[in-house]
Protein backbone atom coordinates (compact mmCIF):
# COMPACT_ATOMS: atom_id res chain seq x y z
CA UNK A 1 0.00 0.00 0.00
CA UNK A 2 1.23 3.58 -0.83
CA UNK A 3 1.56 5.45 2.53
CA UNK A 4 -1.97 4.23 3.59
CA UNK A 5 -2.44 3.29 7.01
CA UNK A 6 -4.56 -0.17 7.51
CA UNK A 7 -7.84 -0.11 9.77
CA UNK A 8 -6.44 -1.02 13.00
CA UNK A 9 -7.44 -2.21 16.84
CA UNK A 10 -6.17 -0.66 20.13
CA UNK A 11 -6.57 -2.04 23.68
CA UNK A 12 -7.44 0.11 26.05
CA UNK A 13 -7.39 0.13 29.75
CA UNK A 14 -10.50 1.62 31.94
CA UNK A 15 -10.00 1.97 35.11
CA UNK A 16 -12.03 4.65 37.81
CA UNK A 17 -12.51 4.79 41.80
CA UNK A 18 -14.08 8.21 41.91
CA UNK A 19 -18.16 9.36 41.06
CA UNK A 20 -19.45 10.97 38.24
CA UNK A 21 -22.69 12.40 39.30
CA UNK A 22 -24.71 9.20 40.23
CA UNK A 23 -22.27 6.13 38.38
CA UNK A 24 -19.40 5.11 39.96
CA UNK A 25 -17.14 1.44 39.82
CA UNK A 26 -19.10 -0.94 37.35
CA UNK A 27 -21.87 1.44 36.19
CA UNK A 28 -19.53 4.30 35.50
CA UNK A 29 -17.08 1.58 33.50
CA UNK A 30 -20.56 0.77 31.12
CA UNK A 31 -21.68 4.64 31.08
CA UNK A 32 -17.67 5.08 29.37
CA UNK A 33 -18.25 2.48 26.95
CA UNK A 34 -21.59 4.58 25.60
CA UNK A 35 -18.94 7.45 25.44
CA UNK A 36 -16.45 5.48 23.58
CA UNK A 37 -18.99 4.15 20.97
CA UNK A 38 -20.46 7.78 20.83
CA UNK A 39 -17.04 8.92 19.87
CA UNK A 40 -17.06 6.54 16.73
CA UNK A 41 -14.96 3.91 17.78
CA UNK A 42 -16.21 0.40 18.23
CA UNK A 43 -16.23 -1.94 21.52
CA UNK A 44 -15.39 -5.31 19.77
CA UNK A 45 -14.79 -7.06 23.00
CA UNK A 46 -14.24 -6.09 26.99
CA UNK A 47 -12.83 -8.14 29.75
CA UNK A 48 -15.02 -8.04 33.06
CA UNK A 49 -14.82 -5.68 35.78
CA UNK A 50 -11.65 -6.23 38.03
CA UNK A 51 -11.31 -4.35 41.58
CA UNK A 52 -8.18 -3.26 42.72
CA UNK A 53 -6.67 -1.53 45.90
CA UNK A 54 -5.60 2.25 44.62
CA UNK A 55 -1.83 3.30 43.64
CA UNK A 56 0.55 3.80 45.13
CA UNK A 57 -0.20 1.35 48.04
CA UNK A 58 -0.65 3.13 50.83
CA UNK A 59 -2.78 6.48 49.68
CA UNK A 60 -5.84 5.77 51.10
CA UNK A 61 -7.94 6.48 47.98
CA UNK A 62 -10.83 4.23 46.98
CA UNK A 63 -10.42 1.13 45.60
CA UNK A 64 -10.30 1.12 41.36
CA UNK A 65 -12.48 -0.86 39.08
CA UNK A 66 -10.98 -1.70 36.23
CA UNK A 67 -11.26 -3.64 32.61
CA UNK A 68 -9.98 -3.41 29.10
CA UNK A 69 -11.82 -3.30 25.97
CA UNK A 70 -10.53 -4.05 22.64
CA UNK A 71 -11.58 -1.24 19.95
CA UNK A 72 -11.90 -0.60 16.08
CA UNK A 73 -10.65 2.23 15.32
CA UNK A 74 -10.31 2.94 11.62
CA UNK A 75 -7.80 4.44 10.63
CA UNK A 76 -6.54 6.61 13.48
CA UNK A 77 -2.99 6.75 14.66
CA UNK A 78 -1.90 6.71 18.44
CA UNK A 79 -2.05 10.29 18.99
CA UNK A 80 -5.62 10.78 17.35
CA UNK A 81 -6.74 8.24 19.63
CA UNK A 82 -5.09 9.40 22.89
CA UNK A 83 -6.68 12.66 21.58
CA UNK A 84 -10.64 10.99 21.31
CA UNK A 85 -10.16 9.45 24.88
CA UNK A 86 -8.93 12.66 26.80
CA UNK A 87 -12.09 13.74 25.51
CA UNK A 88 -13.96 11.31 27.06
CA UNK A 89 -12.36 11.36 30.05
CA UNK A 90 -12.97 15.07 30.54
CA UNK A 91 -16.86 14.44 30.08
CA UNK A 92 -16.49 12.04 32.86
CA UNK A 93 -15.13 15.10 35.07
CA UNK A 94 -11.75 13.93 34.56
CA UNK A 95 -9.01 16.65 36.08
CA UNK A 96 -5.14 15.80 35.55
CA UNK A 97 -3.69 17.74 38.79
CA UNK A 98 -1.57 14.95 39.99
CA UNK A 99 0.52 11.78 39.19
CA UNK A 100 -1.56 8.85 40.32
CA UNK A 101 -4.54 11.03 41.88
CA UNK A 102 -8.11 9.51 42.34
CA UNK A 103 -10.09 9.88 39.03
CA UNK A 104 -13.55 9.58 37.62
CA UNK A 105 -11.91 8.02 34.63
CA UNK A 106 -9.01 7.09 33.31
CA UNK A 107 -8.09 5.68 29.45
CA UNK A 108 -4.82 4.43 28.81
CA UNK A 109 -4.05 2.99 25.15
CA UNK A 110 -2.12 -0.12 26.09
CA UNK A 111 -1.47 -1.47 22.47
CA UNK A 112 -2.22 -0.50 19.00
CA UNK A 113 -1.88 -3.19 16.56
CA UNK A 114 1.42 -2.75 14.56
CA UNK A 115 2.40 0.18 16.26
CA UNK A 116 5.63 -0.08 18.86
CA UNK A 117 7.89 3.03 19.83
CA UNK A 118 6.93 6.44 20.46
CA UNK A 119 3.95 8.82 18.73
CA UNK A 120 3.59 12.33 19.62
CA UNK A 121 4.09 11.58 23.28
CA UNK A 122 2.36 8.26 23.50
CA UNK A 123 4.47 5.45 24.21
CA UNK A 124 3.34 1.87 22.74
CA UNK A 125 2.94 -0.42 24.09
CA UNK A 126 2.20 0.93 27.59
CA UNK A 127 5.33 1.24 29.44
CA UNK A 128 4.45 0.04 32.50
CA UNK A 129 1.45 -2.07 31.44
CA UNK A 130 3.35 -5.18 32.61
CA UNK A 131 4.13 -4.52 36.00
CA UNK A 132 0.31 -3.74 36.50
CA UNK A 133 -1.88 -6.48 38.08
CA UNK A 134 -5.29 -4.29 37.36
CA UNK A 135 -4.02 -4.01 33.33
CA UNK A 136 -2.85 -7.75 32.88
CA UNK A 137 -5.50 -9.70 34.72
CA UNK A 138 -8.31 -8.18 32.18
CA UNK A 139 -6.11 -8.25 29.52
CA UNK A 140 -6.27 -12.17 29.90
CA UNK A 141 -9.88 -12.33 29.35
CA UNK A 142 -10.13 -9.78 26.43
CA UNK A 143 -7.11 -11.21 24.36
CA UNK A 144 -5.56 -14.27 25.73
CA UNK A 145 -3.92 -14.28 22.80
CA UNK A 146 -2.21 -10.99 22.94
CA UNK A 147 1.42 -10.87 22.62
CA UNK A 148 3.62 -8.49 24.15
CA UNK A 149 5.50 -6.67 21.15
CA UNK A 150 8.95 -6.44 22.62
CA UNK A 151 8.96 -9.63 24.93
CA UNK A 152 6.88 -11.72 23.25
CA UNK A 153 5.20 -13.18 25.98
CA UNK A 154 1.74 -13.03 26.74
CA UNK A 155 -0.63 -11.79 29.27
CA UNK A 156 -1.05 -14.72 31.42
CA UNK A 157 2.89 -15.11 31.87
CA UNK A 158 3.29 -11.81 32.31
CA UNK A 159 0.88 -11.58 34.98
CA UNK A 160 1.99 -14.84 36.69
CA UNK A 161 5.42 -13.47 36.81
CA UNK A 162 4.50 -10.12 38.83
CA UNK A 163 5.15 -10.25 42.79
CA UNK A 164 2.10 -10.24 44.72
CA UNK A 165 1.89 -6.60 44.66
CA UNK A 166 -1.54 -5.71 45.60
CA UNK A 167 -4.69 -7.06 46.30
CA UNK A 168 -7.30 -8.01 42.33
CA UNK A 169 -10.40 -9.66 41.90
CA UNK A 170 -12.86 -10.37 39.32
CA UNK A 171 -16.37 -8.60 40.85
CA UNK A 172 -18.48 -9.47 37.44
CA UNK A 173 -19.19 -8.06 34.05
CA UNK A 174 -19.36 -3.85 32.68
CA UNK A 175 -23.71 -3.96 32.88
CA UNK A 176 -25.21 -2.43 29.85
CA UNK A 177 -26.03 1.52 30.71
Do not use: K
Not at 41 to 59: C, H, I, N
Not at 68 to 80: A, E, K
Not at 140 to 158: F, I, K, M, S
Amino acid sequence: MSGQIEASTALVALGANMPFGALEGPALLGAALVGINGAGLRVLSQSGVWRTEAWPAGSGQPDYFNAVVQLGVGRMSPTDLYGELEIIERRFGRERRERWAARTLDLDILTMDRYVGEFGGVILPHPRMTERAFVLAPLTEVAPNWRHAQTGLRAAALLGALPVQSRYERVGDIPAP
